[in-house]
């Protein structure tokens, strides 16, 4: 009798225990699942529990405390934007509504050389803080130097190598995907690329990864682009290319650029590249002055330029840059942000310098920009590329989609659309419309290719046991909505966000949820 009832509850709990793996939090039902790999999509539903994937297939038989209905939708991994610049924004707006809105569950800060040193200390906040995205970091080349060298041009002694090098392999240590440069900014424009292979060394070491706004984008851009493989070559670690791109006088050459990066791979390097779908570029005013102009920060340069000699020097070097960009005027430069008088925002360095009184006159309008650095420096929208070249590098096939952004303040300044629409605009206006690349393709660039490059071993690919960052979307109606004159306005179409199992975006709307984690490198002491 005894055994009997043994035998029972054994029966029963067994029973319950079965019964129970078939309840999941979140049930997505009759779906499109794209699962990011690049396979075709497929009809089924997706199962959530906690912050994992439970289930995916037909699920008639599970119940779900949470059902969504995706009307055969498209139903995909959460998209990782590879190139943002989120430092300074996350107390502000740790909702990162715009990233949100646009399908963006990770994202990965410290691009372009510019990052916290303290990697272990900026994790721990992030993890008090919680954003509503998750968060990892590459460790900045410039703010690097800057803490051993300051703002100095000077190239460093075997002993501030070491120094430099002993904070990287720190931030490897701490967690850092990788290391990063950005070699048109004080003070990383003064490294020499031994320099720069020295310290990628050391996060080589750890299983970093390289990735560098290279040296040019235009007039040397060959010449950068094979420094930028050059350094993974040597520092044998795989490269990644921040946003890639060609300007002037290289228009149309963009066959040429990639095929740099097809050579390198043919070698075995592992050179991918990323991009935003857009034909303007944003940064500081400060990217058109001479480098040598910036050394040892604002106090130096505003020297340089009240000096009148070194003022006429740098007007001179200023016209002949303009030149052999094939450029007539400072029209194609607009203000984002221009704290110093706000009503400049929006308006090109052209129409600027007629406001101020001056002529229309490329070293009138040099004048203009170097009163505007005097008085704070502006942040800037850069129309300098063309839609071929876009088009031509979205095709290739391991270019990933970034945004090169930080979180957006809702309605402060006017900065570039790329922000708030990257890959809406990629799945309705490139994908959709112009069927430049496929739709199982576009998510693969989002998604898995991303995860793969930065070892994100969970994530990326919709796949039982792998993290709940899951999205839905409309393919025939999502669509990027902020534009150059009225950049802030979020994407259209992506209805649901789901990160690490929660729900963040529900029909379009932000539930105040703030799930992110931070995500670190595969060597993390955490």
């Not at 691009?111 to 460790?139: Q, T």
């Not at 990066?261 to 070698?267: L, Q, T």
């Amino acid at each position: 009798m005894v055994l009997k009832k043994t035998i029972l509850l054994l029966f029963l709990s067994l029973h319950f225990g079965l019964f129970a793996q078939k309840k999941a939090d979140i049930l997505i039902k009759n779906g499109k699942i794209i699962d990011g790999t690049g396979n075709p999509w497929f009809y089924g539903d997706i199962a959530i529990r906690k912050n994992k994937i439970l289930a995916i297939g037909n699920l008639d038989y599970m119940k779900g405390k949470l059902i969504i209905d995706a009307k055969k939708q498209v139903i995909s991994p959460g998209f990782i934007d590879v190139h943002t610049h989120i430092e300074g924004d996350e107390k502000i707006t740790p909702t990162a509504d715009n990233f949100i809105h646009d399908g963006v569950t990770t994202v990965i800060t410290g691009n372009c050389g510019s990052s916290n040193v303290n990697l272990k200390k900026y994790f721990r906040m992030l993890d008090s803080l919680r954003l509503s995205v998750n968060v990892a970091s590459f460790i900045g080349h410039n703010d690097v130097r800057k803490a051993v060298m300051g703002a100095s041009g000077k190239q460093p002694n075997n002993e501030e190598l070491k120094q430099m090098q002993a904070l990287i392999e720190k931030a490897m240590k701490d967690g850092a995907v990788g290391f990063s440069t950005g070699l048109i900014y004080v003070p990383g424009t003064y490294a020499k690329t031994d320099e720069v292979i020295a310290l990628a060394k050391s996060a080589s070491k750890y299983h970093g990864t390289y990735t560098s706004h290279i040296r040019s984008e235009s007039q040397q851009v060959f010449e950068a682009i094979n420094e930028a493989i050059n350094v993974g070559r040597d520092a044998k670690m795989p490269v990644q290319i921040s946003h890639f791109k060609i300007g002037k006088p290289f228009w149309g050459k963009s066959d040429s650029t990639l095929g740099l990066i097809k050579k390198a791979r043919e070698e075995g390097l592992d050179v991918t590249i990323d991009q935003y779908p857009y034909t303007a570029s944003s940064t500081s005013l400060n990217s058109v002055i001479p480098s040598w102009a910036l050394e040892n920060g604002e106090d130096s340069t505003i020297y340089r330029i009240n000096n009148p000699a070194i003022h006429q020097k740098i007007v001179a070097e200023m016209i002949v840059d303009m030149e052999k960009r094939h450029r007539n005027s400072f029209d194609y430069a607009v203000v984002s942000d221009y704290k110093n008088d706000p009503s400049y925002n929006g308006k090109n360095i052209s129409e600027i310098n007629l406001l101020r009184g001056r002529k229309a006159t490329v070293s009138d309008e040099i004048e203009t920009i170097l009163d505007l650095t005097k008085n704070g420096g502006a942040s800037m929208v850069f129309h300098s590329m063309n839609e071929a070249d876009v088009v031509n590098i979205m095709k290739y096939p391991f270019t990933m989609i970034a945004s090169d952004s930080g979180i957006r303040l809702f309605d402060s300044g006017v900065p570039h659309p790329r922000g708030y629409g990257s890959n809406a605009r990629v799945l309705g206006r490139y994908v959709r419309e112009q069927k430049v690349i496929g739709l199982e393709d576009a998510v693969r660039r989002m998604t898995s290719l991303p995860a793969q490059k930065f070892k994100f071993k969970n994530r990326g690919i919709l796949r039982e046991g792998m993290a709940a960052d899951i999205i839905i979307f409309d393919p025939e109606t999502v669509t990027d909505q902020s534009t150059y004159e009225k950049p802030h306005a979020y994407s259209t179409g992506i209805g649901y966000v789901i990160v690490n199992g929660k729900l963040t975006l529900n029909q379009q709307e932000h539930t105040g949820i703030r799930n992110g984690k931070t995500l670190t490198g595969s060597t993390s002491i955490k």
